[in-house]
Each structure stands twice: as C-alpha cells, then as structure tokens.
C-alpha cells in the first residue's frame, strides 16, 4: 500500500496549509495512517498518526496544537492541516499506512510533498 501525498507549497510564517494523502486502490479506512516529514539536513520523523477502527490520534510534541490529522472516508482521503506555520516546518511531507495500530511497521513510502516556510 503505497499512499502519495500533495498539497504541499510555499508560505510565510503563521500561514496555514492542508495536505492530503490519497491511495488509488485501497480503503485508507482499513489502515492506520502516519504522516512523515523530513528536513533539510535531518533525518525522517513521525509528526503525526491516525489509528485505524476510531482508535487513537498522536502527534509529535513539536506540532501538537498547530497540526490535526483527519479522515474523510467518502472521499477515501487523509488529511493534515497545518496551522501557525513555522520555518523549522520546511522539508518534505509524506504519509504511510500500516496495518496495525501506530506503532507497527509501515508499508513502502511513496512520493512526498514539498512544504517550504519562510520567515
């Protein structure tokens, strides 16, 4: 299950965008999700997790209260919305599915989406 995330782009500090993390093929309802981003010069980090079956919703104390991770199923589409942005945000954004609950091993990561924050 590989999932592509979009929506990605450039904005100022305290802006606001929303990604979205769709998987042609697949019921992302049967899936915990993650949300992934990567820095410049940093290494991969989980910023956020959407357990499958209505289970638990964690985020990263460096987005928790500016980031919230949301499910629309009718549209089959995970979504990230991202509030209050800041520099440190900038990198590449990606999401991922697992069959078990956050925590468990993800399926292959497919191609991410740019945010870039300026100051």
Known sequence: VQLQA???GLVQAGGSLRLS???PGFTLDDYTIGWFRRGPGKV???ISCSS???G???YSDSVKGRF???RDN???TVFLQMNNLKPEDTGVYYCAAAAGPCGSAWFPFGQ???VTVSS
């Open 68 to 70: 919230t991770i949301s």
């Open 74 to 76: 009718a549209k089959n």
């Open 6 to 8: 979009s929506g990605g």
């Open 44 to 46: 991969r980090e989980k």
């Open 52 to 54: 499958k079956n209505d």
């Open 112 to 114: 991410g989406t740019l």
């Open 21 to 23: 993390c769709a998987a």
């Open 56 to 58: 638990p919703t964690v």
